[in-house]
């Protein structure tokens, strides 16, 4: 199968040139980044919905009985509780979801291409979407959203690329643009899909959720002649890829290393679409105006302040590069991983400071939000900018591969770590997270230390 990263021929290449009729962009920008809205849409409203769907319906008498397979699947958690079970199930759908894209993009590049993989992994996060609406089809919605992420994800970002020539400079403004796009998906999704969950039941938010996919799929296949034909990229003759050496050895394996440290980092933020829900909707004062607001509506706040965050973080260090020099990737997630514990104590706040009724008001929980936010700003994308720069040329894409494992890790940390939520004293798990945090900070303060030369060989 021809790759779509293929070099375009110049008369496709000219014609792209040309094509500014979406924001000055392709065309086809605007379709691929409105494709990717709807299925944030829908991904991140089923997501806001699971653990408490899981936690209060599904997983209590009445209902667990009904699941096809429940009883092998879940015999080796060893966990009846269902906040704790949920919490579990939780955990490991949201670590394969970032595992399957490795698969799908070897898939795509190999066999089927990567337009053909978009759509066949659209069709099958649509029907994972309307399945969770059956209580029997429950694992087999989570399978059908786990491939059908794997197929759809890292490829559609791909075809971004792909809409601009080797040498056309908009191309870095066109990710923006498209991850502008995805957080708007974001941020409206619970406000729909969480609040017809919440409110109307849960099979009318899973069914929106669906719906949204479906909008998706539309809207990409409306949008196919605008997207650059592949073409094949003749290797000239002789010409070899230059052999990776051991120092090129050495930085993945750099690489490797940081991957751990940095999932432990982003435990505070991945919590939040888990144990976080299940404590705001249990405790947090959301009555306004004698009606209880939906508890994911938290998930729009925290998209909103996030958005808002990880532009803020950029203007400023542009700002702050103009005056003094600009601190490079590792301090500046140092900084972010202690933000990140900071945010933690917020909670810890929230706590103690539970009034006589037991409830939390909104105060400490927006500071977190806050706090949190500053601190994700600081080391996600920062990190991500970190590999890229430190990966040797020929090994991008497998870096980039090394860097998905990182959610892996850290969404399957917390569904274990969500799991110990109603086992211990609250305030001793939000401290178990800022102790995660802090931990990370330290040994990025190690790393930074200790590979100092190293990252210096590579910047010089």
């Given at each position: 199968?021809?790759?779509?990263?293929?070099?375009?021929?110049i008369?496709?290449?000219?014609?792209?040139?040309d094509?500014?009729?979406?924001?000055?962009?392709?065309k086809?920008l605007?379709?691929?980044?409105?494709?990717e809205?709807?299925?944030?849409?829908?991904?991140?409203?089923?997501q806001?919905?699971l653990?408490?769907?899981?936690?209060?319906?599904?997983?209590?008498?009445?209902?667990?009985?009904?699941?096809?397979f429940?009883?092998?699947?879940?015999?080796?958690?060893?966990?009846?509780?269902?906040?704790?079970?949920?919490?579990?199930?939780?955990?490991?759908?949201?670590?394969?979801?970032?595992?399957?894209?490795?698969?799908g993009?070897?898939?795509?590049?190999?066999f089927?291409?990567?337009?053909?993989?978009?759509?066949t992994?659209?069709?099958?996060?649509a029907?994972?979407h309307?399945?969770?609406?059956f209580?029997?089809?429950?694992?087999?919605a989570?399978?059908c959203?786990?491939?059908?992420?794997?197929?759809?994800?890292?490829?559609?970002?791909?075809?971004?690329?792909?809409?601009?020539?080797?040498?056309?400079?908009?191309?870095a403004?066109?990710?923006?643009i498209?991850?502008?796009?995805?957080?708007?998906g974001?941020?409206?999704?619970?406000l729909?899909?969480?609040?017809?969950?919440?409110?109307?039941?849960?099979?009318?938010?899973?069914?929106?959720?669906g719906?949204g996919m479906?909008?998706s799929?539309?809207?990409?296949?409306s949008?196919?002649?605008?997207?650059?034909?592949?073409?094949?990229?003749k290797k000239?003759?002789?010409?070899?890829?230059?052999?990776?050496t051991?120092?090129?050895?050495?930085?993945?394996?750099?690489?490797?290393?940081?991957v751990?440290?940095?999932?432990?980092?982003?435990?505070?933020n991945?919590?939040i679409?888990?144990?976080y829900?299940?404590?705001?909707d249990?405790?947090f004062?959301?009555?306004w105006?004698?009606?209880?607001?939906?508890?994911?509506?938290?998930v729009?706040?925290?998209?909103?302040?996030?958005v808002?965050?990880?532009a803020?973080?950029?203007?400023?260090?542009r700002?702050?590069?103009t005056?003094?020099?600009e601190?490079?990737?590792?301090?500046?997630?140092?900084?972010?991983?202690?933000?990140a514990?900071l945010?933690?104590?917020?909670?810890?706040?929230?706590?103690?400071?539970?009034?006589a009724?037991?409830?939390?008001?909104?105060?400490?929980?927006?500071?977190?939000?806050?706090?949190n936010?500053?601190?994700?700003a600081?080391?996600?994308?920062?990190?991500?900018?970190?590999?890229?720069?430190?990966?040797?040329?020929?090994?991008?894409?497998?870096?980039?591969?090394?860097?998905?494992?990182t959610?892996?890790?850290?969404?399957k940390?917390?569904?274990?770590?969500?799991?110990?939520?109603?086992?211990?004293?609250?305030?001793?798990?939000?401290?178990?997270?800022?102790?995660?945090?802090?931990?990370?900070c330290?040994?990025?303060?190690?790393?930074?230390?200790?590979?100092?030369?190293?990252?210096?060989?590579?910047?010089?």
């Amino acid at each position: 199968m021809i790759s779509e990263d293929s070099n375009l021929d110049i008369e496709s290449t000219q014609k792209l040139k040309d094509d500014k009729a979406f924001l000055g962009h392709p065309k086809g920008l605007g379709f691929i980044a409105f494709t990717e809205a709807w299925e944030r849409f829908s991904y991140y409203g089923m997501q806001s919905l699971l653990v408490l769907y899981m936690s209060k319906f599904l997983l209590h008498p009445g209902h667990i009985e009904n699941i096809w397979f429940f009883d092998w699947f879940s015999a080796h958690y060893n966990e009846t509780d269902p906040k704790a079970l949920a919490s579990n199930i939780f955990g490991d759908y949201a670590a394969w979801v970032y595992m399957t894209p490795l698969l799908g993009g070897l898939i795509a590049d190999r066999f089927m291409g990567r337009t053909p993989a978009i759509i066949t992994g659209a069709v099958l996060m649509a029907l994972g979407h309307f399945l969770m609406a059956f209580d029997p089809t429950f694992l087999v919605a989570l399978l059908c959203l786990i491939l059908g992420s794997g197929f759809f994800k890292g490829n559609l970002q791909g075809q971004v690329g792909s809409l601009y020539a080797q040498e056309d400079n908009r191309r870095a403004d066109a990710f923006q643009i498209y991850y502008l796009a995805i957080n708007a998906g974001v941020i409206i999704s619970p406000l729909i899909v969480g609040t017809l969950g919440e409110t109307k039941g849960w099979h009318w938010g899973f069914g929106a959720a669906g719906v949204g996919m479906l909008v998706s799929i539309v809207i990409y296949l409306s949008g196919l002649k605008h997207y650059p034909k592949s073409v094949i990229e003749k290797k000239k003759e002789g010409e070899k890829k230059p052999p990776l050496t051991a120092e090129d050895w050495k930085m993945v394996g750099i690489l490797v290393l940081i991957v751990p440290v940095l999932a432990i980092g982003l435990l505070p933020n991945q919590e939040i679409f888990n144990a976080y829900l299940v404590w705001g909707d249990r405790d947090f004062n959301l009555v306004w105006n004698g009606n209880k607001l939906p508890t994911t509506w938290l998930v729009t706040l925290d998209s909103i302040v996030s958005v808002s965050f990880l532009a803020i973080v950029a203007i400023f260090f542009r700002w702050y590069g103009t005056k003094w020099k600009e601190p490079d990737e590792i301090t500046k997630i140092i900084i972010g991983t202690f933000i990140a514990m900071l945010g933690m104590l917020c909670l810890v706040m929230a706590e103690v400071t539970k009034g006589a009724d037991g409830k939390i008001g909104l105060f400490w929980p927006v500071m977190f939000h806050f706090v949190n936010s500053i601190g994700f700003a600081m080391v996600l994308p920062i990190a991500l900018a970190l590999f890229m720069r430190l990966a040797p040329v020929q090994l991008i894409g497998l870096v980039t591969g090394i860097f998905n494992i990182t959610f892996f890790i850290a969404n399957k940390t917390v569904g274990k770590i969500g799991a110990l939520f109603e086992k211990i004293p609250t305030v001793q798990f939000w401290l178990l997270h800022a102790a995660a945090a802090g931990f990370a900070c330290l040994v990025f303060i190690g790393l930074k230390f200790a590979l100092r030369k190293k990252f210096a060989t590579v910047e010089g």
